[in-house]
Nanobody
Framework: QVQLVESGGGLAQAGGSLRLSCAAS????????MGWYRQAPGKQRELVAT???????HYTDSVKGRFTISRDNAKNTVYLQMNSLKPEDTAIYYC??????????????WGQGTQITVSS
């Protein structure tokens, strides 16, 4: 079993910054892709950013140039640095990791979600 613990959510003013963290623990051989998703009220969950085990990153267009995803493999942790926040960034943010299990299968896990609210 794998557990994810998110931290760093909260309230920010437009133009401000926040940093999210998501730490993984449990039984697995390796963490492959790590990512962040978000879900705003009344909308579907959408991908924000991903980072592969090799460090390749991908961002949704609306956050490019403002958000930065990174990971610390020694700590099994993924981060999302969010700068120049906008009210439209308000959502519940979820981390997602894909691990290689001890039975050599890939499996995805979700964090519990953390609320980000950006005021104008």
């Amino acid at each position: 079993q794998v557990q994810l613990v998110e931290s760093g959510g909260g309230l920010a003013q437009a133009g401000g910054s926040l940093r999210l963290s998501c730490a993984a623990s449990g039984s697995f051989l390796r963490i492959n892709t790590m990512g962040w998703y978000r879900q705003a009220p009344g909308k579907q969950r959408e991908l924000v950013a991903t980072i592969t085990s090799g460090g390749s990153t991908h961002y949704t267009d609306s956050v490019k140039g403002r958000f930065t995803i990174s990971r610390d493999n020694a700590k099994n942790t993924v981060y999302l640095q969010m700068n120049s926040l906008k009210p439209e960034d308000t959502a519940i943010y979820y981390c997602n990791i894909v691990v290689l299990t001890t039975t050599f299968l890939e499996y995805g896990y979700w964090g519990q979600g953390t609320q980000i609210t950006v005021s104008s």
